[in-house]
């Protein structure tokens, strides 16, 4: 069963940083794109960054250079830098990924539970 784990949440004041990490588990043959996206209480889910398996990155218009996606093969793992952050970055914050199988060859995409970020003074 493959897993996604997020860590790297907390309760910090405007300006502040956090570091969120995703991290996957189980047997697959390797992890295509990876992506954090982000749902504000009463909003719907919005991607907030992506990196493809060669490293391209794209982000959202309000992400405007404060957040950093990157991501670590070895590891299995994406990160997510937030720096600058606001209230309005207030949100449960998911990592997602597309994953690739062998016998048989399929791919998938699982999400991980989500990590709580609360921006408040």
């Known amino acids: 069963q493959v897993q996604l784990v997020e860590s790297g949440g907390d309760f910090v004041q405007p300006g502040g940083s956090l570091r969120l990490s995703c991290a996957a588990s189980?047997?697959?043959?390797?992890?295509?794109?990876m992506a954090w996206y982000r749902q504000a209480q009463g909003k719907e889910r919005e991607r907030v960054a992506f990196?493809?398996?060669?490293?391209?990155?794209d982000y959202a218009e309000f992400v405007k250079g404060r957040f950093t996606i990157s991501r670590d093969d070895a590891k299995n793992a994406v990160y997510l830098q937030l720096n600058s952050l606001q209230p309005e970055d207030t949100a449960v914050y998911y990592c997602?990924?597309?994953?690739?199988?062998?016998?048989?060859?399929?791919?998938?995409?699982?999400w991980g539970q989500g990590t709580q970020v609360t921006v408040a003074s």
């Open positions: 997602t990924a597309g994953f690739s199988q062998r016998s048989p060859v399929t791919t998938f995409r699982k």
């Open positions: 990196i493809s398996r060669r490293g391209v990155r």
């Open positions: 189980g047997s697959f043959f390797s992890i295509q794109d």
